[in-house]
C-alpha cells in the first residue's frame, strides 16, 4: 500500500464497496515509475478528496471535471502576493487532464466506472522555446566546479553537469539513475513517461563518472546522493540538481539540456533526426518546435534586410 500514500489525502477510508476502486488505484500508480506515481497520486489525492472521497468517482461527470480544473491554483508559492487570483497554465491543466483520463480509463476497464474525462478537449498552449545557456557562460560553471574544494561534492556536480550537457539528461533521470544501470561507457535510464533508454557516454562523460564512482565507494543504490542535512545518502533530488545548476551555472537544468541539444543539432549540420534522438523526443516536431525553431528565428535575423 506504499503508493497509496503517496495520494496525501485522507479520503481513502474504504468501505467494502471501496475495496475494487482502491485496488485499481493501487495497480494503476504502481505501473508508472516512482516519480511519475508522486506526480500521478498528487494530482489524484487532491481531485479524490475535493470530490468526496472514492465512493464519489463512481458519479463523477464531465462537468464535475472541467469545474475541478477550472479552481485550481498554483501549489507553490502561493503566499507570494497576487497567487490568490492567479490561475495555472493551458499547459498544466492539460497535464492535470491527462491525469485524470488516465485514471478514469483504468478504472473503466475494470468495469467500475465510466470515463468521464475521455471527451473533455485540452486547452490551446503556447509552446515556448527553451533558450539554451550561452556557450561562454557554460565554460564559466564547469570551471567554477571545478574550483569546489571537497573532492567527492567537486565529482558529483561534474558527473551531473556533463550529464546535463553531453546527454541531453532531464533531471528527473538523473535522479532516478542506479548504479547497476552503469555499465561498459553506457547507463540506463528510465525516461520521460517511465519508458526506459539507453545512454551511450563519450570520453568526458564517462571519466566523470567513473571518478564520481570511484569516490562513490558503492555497488548498489542511487548513482547520484545527497551530502547534507536528513537527506544524505538519499537519491539527491530533482530539486537539489537545480539547486546545484543555479548555483555554478545561474540557471535552470533545462538549459543546460538546450544546450546540449543545440550543440548537437549545429555540429550535426543540422540533422533533426539527431536532434531528436538525442532529446529521445517521440517526434521530431516536439524537438524543432521547442528547442531548434527559436535558433533559426535567430540565424534568420542575421540576414535581414537593411532599408534605412
Request: proline letters at 4%; zero cysteines; a positive charge.
Given at each position: 500500500m506504499?503508493?497509496?500514500?503517496?495520494?496525501?489525502?485522507?479520503?481513502?477510508?474504504?468501505?467494502?464497496?471501496?475495496?475494487?476502486?482502491?485496488?485499481?488505484?493501487?495497480?494503476?500508480?504502481?505501473?508508472?515509475?516512482?516519480?511519475?506515481?508522486r506526480?500521478?497520486?498528487?494530482?489524484?489525492?487532491?481531485?479524490?478528496?475535493?470530490i468526496?472521497?472514492?465512493?464519489?468517482?463512481?458519479?463523477?461527470t464531465?462537468?464535475?471535471?472541467?469545474?475541478?480544473?477550472?479552481?485550481?491554483?498554483?501549489?507553490?508559492?502561493?503566499?507570494g502576493?497576487?497567487?490568490?487570483?492567479?490561475?495555472?497554465?493551458?499547459?498544466?491543466?492539460?497535464?492535470?487532464?491527462?491525469?485524470?483520463?488516465?485514471?478514469?480509463?483504468?478504472?473503466?476497464?475494470?468495469g467500475?466506472t465510466?470515463?468521464?474525462?475521455?471527451?473533455?478537449?485540452?486547452?490551446?498552449?503556447?509552446?515556448?522555446?527553451?533558450?539554451?545557456l550561452?556557450v561562454?557562460?557554460?565554460?564559466?560553471?564547469?570551471?567554477?566546479?571545478?574550483?569546489?574544494?571537497?573532492?567527492?561534492?567537486?565529482?558529483?556536480?561534474?558527473?551531473?553537469?556533463?550529464?546535463?550537457?553531453?546527454?541531453?539528461?532531464?533531471?528527473?533521470?538523473?535522479?532516478?539513475?542506479?548504479?547497476?544501470g552503469?555499465?561498459?561507457?553506457?547507463?540506463?535510464?528510465?525516461?520521460?513517461?517511465?519508458?526506459?533508454?539507453?545512454?551511450?557516454?563519450?570520453k568526458?562523460?564517462?571519466?566523470?563518472?567513473?571518478?564520481?564512482?570511484?569516490?562513490?565507494?558503492?555497488?548498489?543504490?542511487?548513482?547520484?546522493?545527497?551530502?547534507?542535512?536528513?537527506?544524505?545518502?538519499?537519491a539527491?533530488?530533482?530539486?537539489?540538481?537545480?539547486?546545484?545548476?543555479?548555483?555554478?551555472?545561474?540557471c535552470?537544468?533545462?538549459?543546460?539540456?538546450a544546450r546540449?541539444?543545440?550543440?548537437?543539432?549545429?555540429?550535426?549540420?543540422?540533422?533533426?533526426?539527431?536532434?531528436?534522438?538525442?532529446?529521445?523526443?517521440?517526434?521530431p516536431?516536439?524537438?524543432?518546435?521547442?528547442?531548434?525553431?527559436?535558433?533559426?528565428?535567430?540565424?534568420?535575423?542575421?540576414?535581414?534586410?537593411?532599408?534605412?
Open positions: 506504499a503508493a497509496l500514500a503517496i495520494l496525501q489525502t485522507d479520503s481513502l477510508a474504504t468501505t467494502e464497496a471501496d475495496k475494487p476502486v482502491t485496488r485499481t488505484l493501487l495497480a494503476w500508480l504502481e505501473s508508472h515509475s516512482p516519480l511519475t506515481q506526480s500521478y497520486g498528487k494530482t489524484a489525492g487532491r481531485f479524490i478528496q475535493d468526496g472521497g472514492l465512493a464519489s468517482l463512481k458519479s463523477v464531465p462537468s464535475a471535471i472541467t469545474a475541478w480544473l477550472a479552481k485550481l491554483k498554483p501549489t507553490r508559492g502561493s503566499s502576493q497576487g497567487r490568490a487570483t492567479e490561475k495555472i497554465s493551458a499547459s498544466t491543466t492539460n497535464q492535470r487532464l491527462a491525469i485524470l483520463k488516465s485514471l478514469f480509463r483504468a478504472l473503466a476497464t475494470e467500475i465510466g470515463n468521464p474525462a475521455a471527451f473533455i478537449k485540452s486547452k490551446q498552449a503556447t509552446h515556448k522555446h527553451h533558450t539554451a550561452s561562454h557562460r557554460t565554460l564559466e560553471g564547469l570551471a567554477a566546479i571545478e574550483k569546489v574544494n571537497d573532492p567527492v561534492l567537486r565529482a558529483r556536480n561534474k558527473a551531473i553537469a556533463l550529464l546535463l550537457l553531453n546527454n541531453a539528461l532531464r533531471r528527473s533521470e538523473i535522479s532516478a539513475i542506479q548504479i547497476k552503469v555499465k561498459d561507457g553506457e547507463i540506463e535510464i528510465v525516461g520521460k513517461g517511465g519508458k526506459p533508454a539507453r545512454i551511450i557516454l563519450n568526458p562523460t564517462k571519466a566523470a563518472l567513473e571518478e564520481w564512482l570511484r569516490l562513490r565507494s558503492s555497488t548498489s543504490g542511487a548513482l547520484f546522493v545527497n551530502f547534507w542535512h536528513k537527506r544524505q545518502g538519499d539527491v533530488t530533482p530539486v537539489s540538481i537545480r539547486k546545484m545548476t543555479q548555483k555554478y551555472f545561474g535552470n537544468p533545462h538549459q543546460l539540456r546540449s541539444i543545440t550543440d548537437l543539432w549545429e555540429r550535426s549540420g543540422h540533422n533533426i533526426g539527431h536532434a531528436q534522438a538525442h532529446a529521445r523526443h517521440s517526434s516536431a516536439i524537438t524543432e518546435r521547442i528547442y531548434v525553431q527559436g535558433r533559426k528565428v535567430e540565424e534568420a535575423a542575421r540576414y535581414q534586410p537593411d532599408y534605412s
